[in-house]
C-alpha cells in the first residue's frame, strides 16, 4: 500500500485540510451548510474507521504553516488512483462521479478561481471580452472549482443598471492607498449560476458612457479606475467571507487584459515580500494586445507600488512614435507589468498565440512575449451555448435547428422587415457585427462598398464605435436605401436576430484574436466569409467543395490577403455558391451548426493550464 497526500488550503488566515477524497468539505460552496470544526473532526474520524484512509503525518513548509498530510489510502483505492504530492497546495481534490452515478475511478483537482475583468455579461458588456468573463467562469464551477468574478459596479443611470440589481452590499469595505490618498471601496457579491459576482464599487464607476469611455472618448481616469479594479481584486479573497468562507490566499488569478494587469504585480510587489499569497499564482489572459493601458512614466508614482519595481512597468516608445524632440518615450504599460510578472500567459486561439511573438502581431511586445514563449499558450474560447442557440433563442422570430431548417427562412424575412428592406428570401443577406474600429477592417468594407452594391444582394451592418465609421454607414444607408442598413448602437437582441437572419457574415478583421461572431453564426447556420487571422483562420474551414467523395467539406471562407480585391473575391464565390449551388449551401451550413463550440474543450484545456502553473514555483517569488 502506498503512502498519498491531502492538500490543505489556507481560507481565510485559517487552515483547513480539505477534502477526505469521499467528498467535498463543509462551506467550501457558497449556499452549503457549514458545519463547525468538531463536526468536522467527526466526519473525519468517521471516514477514517470506515476506510476513508488514514492520516498518519504531516508536513510542514519552511515557515511552519501546515501544507500537507500524509495518509495511508482506503484499501480500495488501487496505486494510480493516489494522488500524487505534486498537487499539495494548487488546489482542492474533488471525486469525480460519472453520469451513471457510479464512482469513476479518477480523481481530480479543483482550484479557487478568480477572474479578474473590466466586463462580464450580463453585467456589462462592450465585447467579446465580457462574453468570455460571463460564460466561462460558469463551465469551469460546474466542474467543480470554486469561482469568483471581479469586476466594477458600472452605473450609468440607464436601464443598464438592474443588471446589478441582484448584487448586495457585502458591507465589508476597504481602503485603497494610491493615487495620493486611500480610496474607499465596497463590494458587492450575487451567487448565481454557481459562481461569486463580485463587483468592486467606487464613485469613478459610476458615471454615463461605457466602461471604458463616453462620446468624448476614452476617460481621462482609466488608470486610476483600473488600479482600484486591481487593488480590490486582491484583498476580495482574502477578506470577503463569501458563503461563510473567503477564498483564501491559495487561489489561481485569471487576469484578463490590461485592466487587470496589475494583479500580478501586486502580488509580486505588495504581497509576497510580507509572505502572503506566496501559493498563489496568476495567469495572464490576452484578448487584445492592442489595448496595453500605457500612461506617462510619472503616472507611476500614484501607483502605490515600490519604486524598485518600475522597471516592471517600464515602456519606452521606438523613436518614430515620440512626439516632439525632447520626448524620451517612457511610459508605464499595465499589459507589459503582466507579462513580466504573471506564472503564465494565455491568449484566446492558438493562431494569435504565435502572432503575438511575431513583430507584426506583437504591438511592440513581441520580443518580451517571445521570450516567455514556453509559459505562453493559446486556447480557443468557447461560446455562450445557452445564450446562443437557435432552437430556443427568444430573440429569434422562429426557432430552428439544424434538422429543420425552415425558421431560418423565417428568421430572414422577419428581418428584412423590421429593417425595412424588401423581402426577398431568396436573395443573399449579408451582416456584420462589431465595434468599429481598425481592428474589424471596416476601412476593407468601405472601400469595397459601390462594387458590393452593384450585385444583386443586401447586407446590414451593426456596430458602435468609431464615429467616422457611423457616419459612413448613416451616409451608405441612404445611398443605397434598398440593400443597405446601417444600425448604430450596441443592441444585444438586434445582434441575435442578424446572426439568425443573415445568409453570410463577414469578419474582414485586420487581426482576430479569437472571435465570436464567427462562431455564433455557425451555430445559426449563418457561413463566415473572413479574413484568415488569428482565431479566424483557426476556426473557419475554408470550403472544399470536391473533398470527401464530392459531399464537400469546411465551414466557410477565410480569405488571404487583407485586400479589397481578395475579400470580394471570397464573397463573390460565397454568393455564387448559395445562389447556384444549393447542396454544397445546405452542406456548409450543416456542417457549421454540428460543430462543437461549447466551452467544455476549453474548460478542459484551461484545467491543464491551471496544473502547469501549480506545478511550477511563482514565477516571481
Ligand atoms: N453593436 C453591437 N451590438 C450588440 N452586440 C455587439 C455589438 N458589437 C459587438 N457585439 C458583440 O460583442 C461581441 C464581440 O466579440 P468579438 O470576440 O467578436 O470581439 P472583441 O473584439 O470585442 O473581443 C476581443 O475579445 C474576444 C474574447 O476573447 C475575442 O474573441 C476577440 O477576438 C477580441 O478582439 C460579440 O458577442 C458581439 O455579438
Known amino acids: 500500500m502506498r503512502l498519498g497526500s491531502f492538500c ?92 451513471g452515478g457510479t464512482e469513476e475511478k479518477k480523481i481530480k483537482v479543483v482550484y479557487n478561481i478568480v477572474f479578474v475583468t473590466a466586463e462580464a455579461a450580463p453585467y456589462s458588456k462592450t465585447g467579446g471580452l465580457g462574453d468570455v468573463c460571463g460564460s466561462l ?34 458591507e465589508c469595505n476597504a481602503k485603497i492607498n494610491c493615487f495620493g490618498g486611500a480610496h474607499e471601496v465596497a463590494f458587492f457579491h450575487e451567487y448565481r449560476k454557481g459562481v461569486d459576482w463580485v463587483f468592486v464599487d467606487h464613485p469613478s464607476f459610476h458615471r454615463p458612457g461605457n466602461p471604458y469611455g463616453d462620446s468624448y472618448g476614452a476617460y481621462g481616469d482609466n488608470q486610476f479606475r483600473f488600479t482600484l479594479l486591481c487593488y480590490a481584486a486582491c484583498e476580495a479573497p482574502l477578506v470577503l467571507p463569501l458563503g461563510g468562507f473567503t477564498y483564501g490566499e491559495n487561489c489561481l488569478f485569471l487576469v484578463n487584459d490590461w485592466h487587470a494587469s496589475l494583479v500580478p504585480v501586486l502580488l509580486a510587489a505588495k504581497y509576497r515580500p510580507y509572505g502572503v499569497y506566496k501559493d498563489a499564482r496568476s ?36 523613436n518614430w512614435a515620440r512626439t516632439h524632440a525632447l520626448d524620451t518615450g517612457e511610459a508605464v504599460n499595465f499589459l507589459k507589468g503582466a507579462i513580466v510578472t504573471a506564472d503564465r500567459i494565455l491568449t484566446v486561439s492558438q493562431g494569435y498565440s504565435w502572432e503575438i511573438t511575431t513583430i507584426e502581431g506583437g504591438y511592440g511586445l513581441h520580443e518580451l512575449l517571445s521570450s516567455r514563449k514556453y509559459v505562453l499558450n493559446g486556447i480557443t474560447n468557447g461560446i455562450d451555448t445557452v445564450e446562443w442557440d437557435p432552437t430556443k433563442d427568444e430573440y429569434i422570430a422562429s426557432p430552428y435547428s439544424v434538422t429543420d431548417l425552415s425558421g431560418k427562412a423565417r428568421c430572414k424575412i422577419a428581418l428584412q422587415k423590421e429593417l425595412g428592406l424588401p423581402v426577398l428570401p431568396d436573395c443573399p443577406l449579408i451582416g456584420f457585427i462589431g465595434r468599429l474600429s ?83 453564426a455557425m451555430r445559426y447556420g449563418t457561413v463566415p466569409v473572413v479574413h484568415a487571422t488569428g482565431g479566424l483562420r483557426d476556426t473557419v474551414e475554408n ?79
Open 543 to 621: 470550403f472544399k467543395p470536391f473533398a470527401q467523395q464530392g459531399h464537400g467539406e469546411g465551414t466557410g471562407w477565410a480569405f488571404s490577403p487583407l485586400t479589397k480585391e481578395s475579400m470580394l473575391e471570397a464573397l463573390g464565390t460565397a454568393i455564387r455558391t448559395y445562389r447556384e449551388d444549393k447542396d454544397s449551401w445546405e452542406g456548409l451550413v450543416k456542417r457549421g451548426m454540428a460543430k462543437d463550440y461549447s466551452w467544455e474543450k476549453a474548460a478542459v484545456q484551461y484545467e491543464q493550464v491551471f496544473e502547469w502553473a501549480f506545478s511550477d514555483p511563482p514565477f516571481v517569488k
Open 137 to 170: 467562469p460558469i463551465v469551469l464551477a460546474a466542474r467543480g472549482h470554486r469561482v469568483m468574478v471581479f469586476s466594477p459596479r458600472y452605473l450609468s443611470g440607464t436601464a443598464a443598471d438592474k443588471n446589478f440589481a441582484d448584487a448586495v452590499d457585502l
Open 8 to 99: 490543505i488550503s489556507g481560507t481565510g488566515g485559517r487552515c483547513v485540510a480539505v477534502r477526505s477524497s469521499r467528498g467535498k468539505e463543509a462551506g467550501e460552496f457558497p449556499g452549503e451548510p457549514r458545519r463547525n470544526d468538531a463536526e468536522l473532526a467527526a466526519e473525519e474520524e468517521k471516514s477514517r474507521r470506515s476506510g476513508g484512509g488514514l492520516v498518519i503525518g504531516e508536513e510542514r513548509d519552511e515557515t511552519g504553516s501546515l501544507v500537507g498530510l500524509s495518509f495511508v489510502p482506503p484499501s480500495s483505492y488501487d496505486s494510480d488512483e493516489i494522488i500524487s504530492s505534486e498537487v499539495k497546495l494548487s488546489g482542492r481534490m474533488q471525486e469525480v462521479i460519472d453520469a
Open 283 to 318: 495567469v495572464l489572459v490576452i484578448h487584445n494586445l492592442a489595448h496595453q493601458g500605457v500612461e506617462a512614466a510619472i503616472t507611476y508614482q500614484n501607483l502605490g507600488l515600490p519604486t524598485k519595481w518600475y522597471g516592471a512597468l517600464e515602456w519606452v516608445f521606438p
Open 438 to 520: 481598425y481592428q474589424k477592417g471596416i476601412d476593407l468594407i468601405c472601400s469595397a462598398m459601390a462594387e458590393l452594391m452593384a450585385d444583386d444582394v443586401q447586407f446590414v451592418m451593426l456596430g458602435s464605435g468609431d464615429q467616422r465609421y457611423e457616419d459612413w454607414m448613416k451616409a451608405a444607408e441612404s445611398t443605397y436605401k434598398e440593400k443597405f442598413r446601417g444600425w448604430v448602437g450596441f443592441n444585444v437582441p438586434i445582434s441575435h436576430r442578424i446572426t439568425a437572419g443573415c445568409d453570410i457574415l463577414l469578419m474582414p478583421s485586420r487581426f482576430e484574436p479569437c472571435g465570436l461572431n464567427q462562431l455564433y
